[in-house]
């Protein structure tokens, strides 16, 4: 069965400072997405970045990069220069093809502090 | 990315009462969207999969004749929880996905109290 893990319940950085989040993953299928949201406090859930399983290189998303080492089924997220705004609840998640779901992680709290 | 609007943004109801929530696609035809469930601090949970035109697909232990889900066309699903209960508070979000779209995007999620 697939699984994503989120090891980290909370993480705190200072502003300006990169901070990565962890995420590993279990999948048998060959295929598979990974994507990253980040839910503020208001709940909505926001995209971030998405990675697939075929990609040769790490995906970039402005300040977001995703450090993608298949061999040892991670995505971390990595986030740069971390700003007040950054701060809100950050969900790993992995798209199964066959079914078009999204399976989550359990989340990471992050918290930028000045 | 695509917009995905819910309506309402927060409901407060009376037991027994059924609440209807409206997930609409605003920018491209979802063929398929997606309902899950959010307990405070915890993660998101995947209630059912309705595709445009078919019965809506649950997972295991949701309750179908509870959640009502209608998919009737390409940019509309909606959710109807009914005879709604305490326990049946909740953060309600939709997701949109389609076959030739790679990211699920999100509405903005619904907040439901029951008295």
């Known amino acids: 069965a697939q699984k994503i893990t989120q090891t980290q319940p909370g993480m705190f950085v200072q502003e300006k400072e990169a901070v990565t989040l962890d995420c590993t993953y279990d999948?048998?299928?060959?295929?598979?997405?990974l994507f990253w949201y980040k839910q503020p406090s208001s709940g909505e859930m926001i995209f971030l970045i998405y990675?697939?399983?075929?990609?040769?290189q790490n995906a970039t998303e402005g300040r977001y990069s995703l450090n993608f080492q298949k061999a040892r089924k991670s995505a971390n997220l990595v986030i740069s220069a971390s700003q007040l705004g950054d701060s809100a609840m950050y969900f790993c998640?992995?798209?199964?093809?066959?079914?078009?779901?999204?399976?989550f992680g359990t989340g990471t709290r992050l918290q930028v502090f000045p | 990315g695509a917009v995905v609007s819910q309506h309402p943004s927060r409901v407060i109801c009376k037991s027994g009462t059924s609440v209807k929530i409206e997930c609409r696609s605003l920018?491209?035809?979802?063929?398929?969207m997606f309902w899950y469930r959010q307990f405070p601090k915890q993660s998101l949970m995947l209630m059912a999969t309705?595709?445009?035109?078919?019965?809506?697909?649950?997972e295991q232990g949701v309750e179908k004749d509870k959640f009502l889900i209608n998919h009737a066309s390409l940019t509309l699903s909606t959710l109807t929880v009914t005879s709604a209960h305490p326990e049946d508070s909740s953060f309600y979000i939709c997701?949109?996905?389609?076959?030739?779209?790679?990211?699920?995007?999100f509405g903005p999620g619904t907040r439901l109290l029951v008295l």
């Open positions: 998640a992995m798209r199964d093809y066959n079914t078009d779901k999204l399976i």
């Open positions: 999948t048998s299928d060959p295929s598979y997405g």
């Open positions: 990675q697939g399983s075929y990609d040769q």
């Open positions: 920018d491209f035809q979802a063929t398929t």
């Open positions: 309705s595709n445009e035109g078919s019965k809506a697909t649950y």
């Open positions: 997701s949109s996905g389609s076959a030739n779209q790679e990211t699920q995007y």
